[in-house]
């Protein structure tokens, strides 16, 4: 397949590069990795008239330790996060999670940036994101602005990215006191995209009780899930085994509404969430008891 006709800019400065966002508002789309842009444009799935490439955009790469946590250039290949000691230090959620997107070398293409702002809802760090109460600088000629991770996913591969605006930087808070993370997945191989993912965080109190409980689901609705029922049941609770499946099922009943296609059906993809987010909560509370003491 061969994709329709388009313009190609490669702009040497974000500034050049936001000035043909804005001169080409609605048609232009920017292309980062390409990993997913490039094959939906070849199946004419997308047909942008003008092609963006960020790729000279070193300003955009990079990622950095902050006095209040890390800081990832939109550009930051896939690879880099995955291999980068300082995302291991501060975001051990996202840097567990770095090996389950796709294959070696997408994930040498791909970019952090990409993958958010494309908001497939299988992607796994969508739902990372908002575990990790993440927020995105959004860049466009009139100025800029911050979006949580909250409010930037609106539906099917939809955010609040405007067609002029280009997704520049990921502000991830550092870990929090007595917290401990965990993702797990299920694909049908390794490096497919998941049929059901959860990312997860737990807090305890001093006392090892549940102080609260994140959860975020890819793969089971029209974008990333966030789910409030574990919370709600273990709130100043022990982390005890019965407690955490009867989590999981509350979350698998009442949480999440999944969809049957050619992979899953939605019963089966309810039960795999019943199984992974057991999983997560338990890993991730006993790593919240190990960083406590
Ligand atoms: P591109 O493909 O270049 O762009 C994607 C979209 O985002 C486009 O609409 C583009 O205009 C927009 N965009 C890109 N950068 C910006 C920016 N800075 N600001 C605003 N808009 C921007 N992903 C997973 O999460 N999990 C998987 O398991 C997985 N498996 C894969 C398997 C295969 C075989 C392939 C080909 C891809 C897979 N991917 C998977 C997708 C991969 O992670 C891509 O890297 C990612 O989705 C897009 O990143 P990219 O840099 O290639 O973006």
Do not use: W
């Amino acid at each position: 397949m061969k994709p329709a006709p388009f313009a190609y800019h490669r702009p040497a400065t974000v500034e050049a590069a936001l000035h043909l966002l804005a001169e080409h508002a609605g048609e232009a789309k920017p292309l980062a990795g390409g990993q997913s842009l490039i094959p939906t444009m070849n199946f004419r799935l997308s047909q942008p008239k003008v092609l963006i490439d960020l790729g000279d955009l070193d300003e955009l790469r990079g990622i950095q330790a902050g006095r209040h946590g890390l800081h990832i250039g939109a550009m930051t290949t896939h690879a880099a996060v995955e291999a980068s000691p300082v995302v291991a230090d501060l975001a051990p959620l996202l840097a567990e999670t770095m090996p389950f997107i796709a294959h070696p070398q997408i994930r040498n293409r791909g970019t952090i940036g990409g993958s958010l702002a494309h908001a497939d809802p299988a992607a796994e760090l969508p739902a990372v994101m908002l575990v990790l109460r993440a927020q995105f600088g959004l860049l466009s000629s009139r100025g800029h602005r911050k979006v949580k991770a909250a409010d930037f996913y609106t539906g099917l591969f939809t955010t609040a990215l405007e067609p002029q605006e280009l997704l520049a930087t990921i502000e991830i808070p550092k870990p929090e006191k007595r917290t401990g993370y965990a993702f797990a997945e299920i694909a049908r191989r390794h490096g497919d995209y998941a049929l059901v993912g959860v990312a997860g965080a737990v807090t305890l109190d001093r006392k090892g009780l549940c102080d609260g409980v994140r959860l975020a689901l890819l793969s089971v609705g029209d974008g990333p899930v966030v789910c409030t029922g574990a919370s709600q049941l273990m709130a100043g609770r022990a982390p005890t085994d019965d407690l955490i499946r009867e989590a999981a099922e509350a979350v698998a009943a009442k949480d999440i509404d999944p969809p049957s296609d050619i992979h899953a059906s939605a019963a089966y993809r309810r039960q795999l969430t019943r199984v992974l987010v057991a999983r997560v909560i338990e890993q991730a509370a006993a790593r919240a008891g190990g960083a406590a003491k």
